[in-house]
């Protein structure tokens, strides 16, 4: 083989190695926006079920009326970040110290509602360390110079106070 044959095996070898790298990032920019997706439902599907965790301790009777009519109503808000964040507020308010109950049921409806309390810290973090994973691979240069992420949004953190209310300290914590 002559010289230029070799640099003409060369030049293909790096443009064929340059596809191969820009394919596997692509598929793997693609599968770390799937996976946002799915970390993204996971937190509407946990802030649903605290929602239905604190309508129904609203509704046993375990709590006074002003407490219990508090929790229902922000709990019937709770459809966005901000009112999401309100309901974590109202949860600290009326659970700042362990409620005081000695049925096996208030007991069940409690350590419920602490699950689900920390359900929704766990899949919000889980949510927001995927935004940084995509937000890293999308911030390199040639998946910018190459548009490997398409026409897929700008991934969003999900920004809201999940704070567990003082009275769930130590409930649930095997669940």
């Known amino acids: 083989m002559t010289a230029i044959s070799w640099w003409v095996v060369g030049a293909i070898g790096v443009v064929v190695g340059g596809g191969v790298w820009l394919w596997l990032t692509a598929a793997r920019l693609d599968r770390l926006h799937h996976r946002l997706d799915v970390a993204g439902e996971s937190v509407h599907i946990q802030t649903a079920r605290r929602r239905a965790a604190v309508?129904?301790?609203?509704?046993?009777?375990?709590?006074?009326?002003?407490?219990?009519?508090?929790?229902v109503e922000a709990a019937s808000a709770a459809y966005d970040d901000e009112a999401e964040s309100r309901l974590s507020e109202v949860l600290r308010a009326v659970f700042d110290e362990p409620l005081a109950t000695d049925d096996g049921a208030g007991r069940v409806l409690v350590d419920n509602l602490a699950s689900a309390c920390r359900r929704v810290q766990m899949a919000r973090r889980f949510h927001n360390n995927?935004?940084?994973?995509?937000?890293?691979?999308?911030?390199?240069?040639?998946?910018?110079?190459?548009?490997l992420a398409g026409r897929a949004p700008h991934p969003q953190a999900i920004d809201l106070d999940d704070g567990v209310p003082p009275a769930f300290a130590g409930l649930d914590s095997g669940s």
């Open 55 to 71: 309508l129904e301790i609203a509704g046993s009777g375990l709590l006074d009326g002003p407490e219990s009519l508090l929790l």
């Open 130 to 147: 995927q935004v940084a994973s995509v937000r890293a691979l999308r911030s390199t240069r040639l998946v910018r110079w190459f548009r």
